[in-house]
């Protein structure tokens, strides 16, 4: 199943709660959003992928950001127990042990197919746009993913968002430090 999410929520708004009812791969393709899962908190931003276990409650709110688009890939158990296996995860049981996965530069390619997908534009499946997504977040899974401060993802945050409201802004690296 494939799901495009837009939420409008914002700091006044209190976080909610809700269950995955599949697995889940949900790519942020706009915005950002707090998440609260059984594995901790993390602030995703845009290309960033959330993880969710079938079953398991989760929140979400907007304490730095307002609104946000996910294109979420939903597997049922069986075929993620499949994709599992076929990636080699390893032998424990088929779960996602982390919450998310930082935005990188290899993700930008699955958010373009993903949105054209989402937007009746794709000339590709949406089959082979879930095994794209399912096989880039199961080769991921091993990294380590150091801890981010709220200071920090606060400074970020504030980053991309400047950046989403002046796009053809002058960003040089040097500035972007200085913001950071």
């Known amino acids: ?25 949900a790519l942020v393709v706009a915005g950002g959003f707090d998440y609260h899962g059984v594995h901790g908190r993390a602030h995703l931003q845009t290309g960033a992928v959330l993880l969710g276990n079938a079953g398991a409650a989760y929140s979400c709110g ?12 939903q597997f049922a158990p069986d075929v993620f127990e499949g994709l599992w296996a076929a990636h080699d995860c390893g032998t424990q049981r088929p779960t996602f042990s982390r919450s998310s996965l930082p935005s990188e530069k290899a993700g930008v390619r699955l958010i373009t197919a993903a949105e054209a997908l989402a937007e009746g534009l794709s000339h590709v499946p949406a089959e082979d746009v879930a ?19 709220d200071g920090h993802v606060r400074r970020v945050v504030e980053v991309a968002r400047a950046i989403e409201v002046e796009p053809d802004g002058d960003w040089s690296l040097a500035r972007l430090a200085r913001m950071a």
């Open 1 to 25: 199943r494939v799901i495009d999410a837009i939420c409008s929520s914002d700091a006044s708004d209190p976080p909610f709660e809700e269950r995955h009812e599949d697995f889940s791969m």
């Open 131 to 149: 095994a794209m997504v399912a096989g880039f977040v199961l080769t991921r899974l091993g990294g380590a993913i150091a801890p981010v401060s």
């Open 62 to 73: 907007h304490t730095h950001s307002v609104g946000d688009r996910c294109i979420a890939f």
